[in-house]
T-cell receptor
Framework: AQSVAQPEDQVNVAEGNPLTVKCTYS??????LFWYVQYPNRGLQFLLK??????LVKGSYGFEAEFNKSQTSFHLKKPSALVSDSALYFC???????????????FGTGTQLKVEL | NAGVTQTPKFQVLKTGQSMTLQCAQD?????MSWYRQDPGMGLRLIHY???????DQGEVPNGYNVSRSTTEDFPLRLLSAAPSQTSVYFC?????????????FGEGSWLTVV
């Protein structure tokens, strides 16, 4: 079975400071990993994904994430936070060993990012 | 490019009423799915479809029905609404051809059952 953990319900950062939103995962095979962002009363927007290749993945809005296989982590990072980055962030995983068809992404419980002036 | 379109955006139902949440995508995606989002629980898969005429259950299918008569449409039916179905519902789609393909979400449907 696949699972995702986002250990922090909320992360507070001052604008201009670097931010990290943590994500760890568990899969049987190799993982496909995704980050999504959700603004209030909106749907989830795709930020970035890791499929294979370079461990550092760059995505939308200046975000990046680092895949660490030994630590089974895929933390989301941004060098300089903006107030407009305040939103709910979801990490998701799909195992490369499939037990059935379909969009079987498993999502974390979400981390609320609050960036303050 | 409309992407994934859900209607209605907001709905209030009385216990026992039925309704259908509509979902349409214009990207010719084979895979479509419905999730519900509840506080502290992330997104949970209700039902999914790998193509027209094919549907299957996800993690939390009870109380919901789906059908997939066309590639574009994937409606979610609540047969007899219960307060436990108060949630935010998201339809999603992705192309076939690889599990690494990105899922695209609709804007969500906020449902309250009283």
């Amino acid at each position: 079975a696949q699972s995702v953990a986002q250990p922090e319900d909320q992360v507070n950062v001052a604008e201009g400071n670097p931010l990290t939103v943590k994500c760890t995962y568990s899969v049987s095979g190799n993982p496909y990993l995704f980050w999504y962002v959700q603004y209030p009363n909106r749907g989830l927007q795709f930020l970035l994904k890791y499929i294979t290749g370079d461990n550092l993945v760059k995505g939308s809005y200046g975000f990046e994430a680092e895949f660490n296989k030994s630590q089974t982590s895929f933390h989301l990072k941004k060098p300089s936070a903006l107030v407009s980055d305040s939103a709910l962030y979801f990490c998701a995983v799909r195992d490369t060993i499939l037990t059935g068809g379909g969009n079987k992404l498993t999502f974390g419980t979400g981390t609320q990012l609050k960036v303050e002036l | 490019n409309a992407g994934v379109t859900q209607t209605p955006k907001f709905q209030v139902l009385k216990t026992g009423q039925s309704m259908t949440l509509q979902c349409a995508q214009d990207m010719n995606h084979e895979y479509m799915s419905w999730y519900r989002q509840d506080p502290g629980m992330g997104l949970r898969l209700i039902h999914y479809s790998v193509g027209a005429g094919i549907t299957d259950q996800g993690e939390v299918p009870n109380g919901y029905n789906v059908s997939r008569s066309t590639t574009e449409d994937f409606p979610l039916r609540l047969l007899s609404a219960a307060p436990s179905q108060t949630s935010v519902y998201f339809c999603a789609s992705r192309p076939s051809g690889g599990s690494g393909n990105t899922i695209y979400f609709g804007e969500g449907s906020w449902l309250t059952v009283v």
